[in-house]
């Protein structure tokens, strides 16, 4: 369910389940992870492109399984859950490598959380984000509450979070959710085009520029999402 390609230095890792619009299910999300530590290991990867197939970027999780599991107060199992999403963005953000997300579509929940952790997010004219935990009653993983207000403003991150509506793409781009919007048939050679231009560029320099562009924004990212809580822990 993840299809990873590497060619001309640009390695394209695909969440792979169309017709549950990429909803992580089984290993999904372990299977991500070690993509993208594999991608951050190959001396012949220069940047990173994250995408989902057919017409969604990735829905999120399981809604059934996550509602059951705070129904059933199961922390233990929902911690893991909760971990493998931290491990993701962290993950993106320590690698000396770009990641690009390209939003095909839908990026909700955990899907959304996963665009907003890249370093740079292009998406078509028909994506839709949105921050949809709140909507199971599940505080939001994957780094939500860490990244939105820094991309959006604190604010507007609350109205997005506390709601959990879809932002569609014009939207999106206003308030600093994603950073291009483009047609989605142009959309893969739009991506490709970013994505070459940084991997003609001197590797070295570019990961001595994201070092500290990183630590600008996530000095205490790390700590801040390994703090979460399942909502179905007990008081």
Wanted: proline share 6%; hydrophobic share 40%.
């Amino acid at each position: 369910m993840i299809r990873t390609q590497t060619q001309n230095h640009i390695t394209t890792i695909t969440l792979d389940r169309p017709e549950k619009l990429n909803a992580f299910s089984g290993t999904m999300r372990e299977d991500l992870l070690a993509a993208l530590r594999a991608a951050a290991d190959d001396g012949d990867c220069r940047v990173v492109v994250v995408t989902g197939a057919g017409r969604a970027f990735c829905a999120g999780g399981d809604v059934e399984y996550m509602s059951g599991l705070q129904k059933n107060r199961d922390v233990d199992a929902f911690r893991k859950l909760l971990d493998a999403g931290r491990d993701v963005v962290t993950t993106i953000a320590e690698m000396p490598k770009p990641v690009v997300a390209s939003v095909n579509g839908i990026a909700a929940g955990a899907g959304c959380n996963l665009a907003l952790a890249c370093d740079y997010r292009i998406a078509s004219d028909t994506a839709k984000l949105g921050e949809t935990f709140v909507k199971i009653g599940i505080h939001p993983d994957w780094g939500g509450t860490w990244f939105l207000p820094r991309l959006v403003g604190p604010s507007r991150a609350m109205e997005l979070l506390t709601t959990g509506r879809m932002v569609d793409a014009a939207e999106a781009l206003a308030i600093g959710m994603v950073d291009r919007v483009v047609p989605l048939a142009e959309l893969p050679s739009q991506t490709a085009a970013l994505a070459t231009a940084i991997a003609q560029g001197p590797p070295q320099a570019i990961a001595d520029i994201k070092r500290p562009m990183t630590c600008a924004r996530s000095r205490s990212m790390s700590s801040r999402i390994g703090r979460q809580r399942p909502h179905c822990c007990p008081h």
